[in-house]
């Protein structure tokens, strides 16, 4: 069974950086696809940021140059400097385990940015 498991996620003032982490387990080969969708009250689910197995990576344009995604074998991470208000929303882990399959889900992690 696939578990993806984050952590990372708070409380923190416009200006500050967050590292998000999402482990997934149950698979036994690296993942095609794994990335970070976030969401936030009221609005609909945006992309953030994605990386292939060969490290290619894609961002989200309200976040492009301020976020970093990374992976190490099934573990992705999300680097969140230069953060806003506008960010605040429920970070959503994700992967693909083949080309064109549904992705499995995070439970999803609260990033809230606040004087």
């Known amino acids: 069974q696939v578990q993806l498991v984050e952590s990372g996620g708070g409380l923190v003032q416009p200006g500050e950086s967050l590292r998000l982490s999402c482990a997934v387990s149950?698979?036994?080969?690296?993942?095609?696809?794994m990335g970070w969708y976030r969401q936030a009250p009221g609005k609909q689910r945006d992309m953030v940021a994605q990386?292939?197995?060969?490290?290619r990576t894609n961002y989200g344009n309200s976040v492009n140059g301020r976020f970093t995604i990374s992976r190490d074998k099934n573990t992705v991470y999300l680097q969140m400097n230069k953060l806003e208000p506008e960010d605040t929303a429920v970070y959503y882990c994700y992967c693909r385990r083949g080309p064109f399959m549904t992705p499995d889900w995070g439970q999803g992690t609260q990033v809230t940015v606040s004087l």
């Open positions: 990386i292939t197995g060969g490290a």
């Open positions: 149950g698979i036994g080969y690296s993942l095609p696809e």
